[in-house]
Each structure stands twice: as structure tokens, then as C-alpha cells.
């Protein structure tokens, strides 16, 4: 929010401020493989949950995406403070595809490939993954294929009346890995419709990304020349 609001409100100040918070959580929370880790405890200053829980990896994604999409290219936060939140979450997206399912959702703990698929997490990372191609700040290479993937597991998990299923319920972080898979994911929840929304809001052009040369996304409407 603060990121988006910067720009219409002509208040740098908001971004700072939604820069600051990033900094902060990934000096926490994400691992040296990239993934995020879900919990940190401020009282003894301890990573509180070492599990890789899918839909904080996808806020934490997402975040990192509306701070680029907002940050001009002419203007640094600090001194190289696009680059390095370029790097956060590249690496991030990048060690994600990695883990990725054939049918286009990752499990509720993303590197946990026994436990339950979970759509609104898999909706938030792939909606990163497309704001990134969009804007250029991603190399297909990363993640090719992976989006499209994503969005035909999402529209999949619809049911007939557009609620998105396979979607846990509210989780804390959880000590053990086996406390996720007793989180319910039966409802249609309001966070799974958005997330889904927000990935399905991109023009089907951003999914069709690929490691070619040249490779230049169109905006929508834009007529390619040949």
C-alpha cells in the first residue's frame, strides 16, 4: 500500500518508509537459499519458524515487486538500493521456480513437495514473477514457464462460481514442518480471491515470457512489428 500510494500522492516519503520495512524483515527472514523463512521472535531475537511457508514467501514477493514497480529508475533510496532489492528478490523467484510443480501450484511449505498444494500462495509468487517480466527487472531465463504454469493451476483450482480453492485457512508460523498440514484449506477464503485476482488482473502477454534472445515484452494494445 505504501509503495503504490507513493507515486499518485507524490510522497516519497511512503516509499522510504515501505523500503525501510523490507530491509528490515529480509535481514530476518530470508534464508541464504533465497526463500524466505516464516517467523521471526522479537522477544530473544530468534527465528521463531525455519519453515519456508508458501504464502509468506509470496507477500514477501509481492512486497518486494510493488517497491521496484514504484521505485524510479532515476532514484535510489541509498546508493544502490534498486540493485540490492533486484538481488532479494530475484533470488527469491529464482530459487522458487526451482521447486515448482508440473500442475502449477507449490506446497503450502513451498520446499516440502509431501505436504498439500496451496493456490494463494502460488497465486502471490506467480503475480511477482509476471510484475517482474513486465518490468524488466526479471530475466526470463529465471523463471521460464513457470508463470503460465501457475495461472492454468490457479484458474484449475476455481470452482464453478470463481472461488479459488486450495486455500489454507490463517496460519501462524509453526515450530514443527507438521503444523501446516493441519491447517484447514476447505473455505474460500478472501485472501486466495484476491491474490488470484491480482494475478489474473496481467495481461496474458506477461505470461508468455521465454529465455529467447531479444526477448521484449508489449504492453497491452501495443501492435508488434516484425
Not at 464453478?160 to 496460519?171: E, H, N
Request: glycine share 12%; net charge negative; proline share 7%.
Amino acid at each position: 500500500f505504501l509503495a503504490r500510494a507513493s507515486r499518485p500522492l507524490d510522497a516519497p516519503a511512503l516509499l522510504d518508509a515501505a523500503m525501510e520495512q523490507l530491509v528490515a524483515h529480509q535481514a530476518r527472514l530470508q534464508a541464504p537459499t533465497g526463500l524466505w523463512w516464516h517467523g521471526w521472535a522479537l522477544d530473544g531475537n530468534h527465528r521463531f519458524s525455519a519453515n519456508h511457508w508458501l504464502r509468506g514467501n509470496g507477500w514477501a514477493a509481492q512486497a518486494a515487486a510493488d517497491v521496484l514497480d514504484a521505485m524510479p529508475n532515476d532514484r535510489g533510496l541509498a546508493p544502490g538500493s534498486r540493485r540490492w532489492l533486484e538481488g532479494v528478490a530475484g533470488r527469491q523467484l529464482g530459487a522458487i521456480a526451482l521447486l515448482a510443480r508440473k500442475d502449477g501450484l507449490w506446497p503450502t511449505v513451498a520446499d516440502r513437495t509431501d505436504f498439500y498444494v496451496e493456490a494463494s500462495g502460488s497465486a502471490a509468487v506467480a503475480h511477482a514473477m509476471a510484475t517482474g517480466l513486465e518490468s524488466g527487472w526479471l530475466e526470463p531465463t529465471a523463471v521460464s514457464g513457470v508463470v503460465d504454469e501457475v495461472r492454468a493451476g490457479a484458474i484449475a483450482s476455481a470452482d464453478p462460481d470463481g472461488g479459488l480453492r486450495r486455500v489454507s485457512s490463517g496460519t501462524g508460523p509453526q515450530a514443527e514442518p507438521g503444523g501446516y498440514m493441519r491447517i484447514p484449506r476447505e473455505a474460500v477464503q478472501p485472501w486466495g480471491q484476491g491474490l488470484a485476482l491480482m494475478l489474473l488482473s496481467h495481461p496474458e502477454w506477461a505470461f508468455r515470457a521465454r529465455a529467447v534472445p531479444g526477448f521484449v515484452a508489449l504492453a497491452p494494445g501495443e501492435a508488434a512489428t516484425v
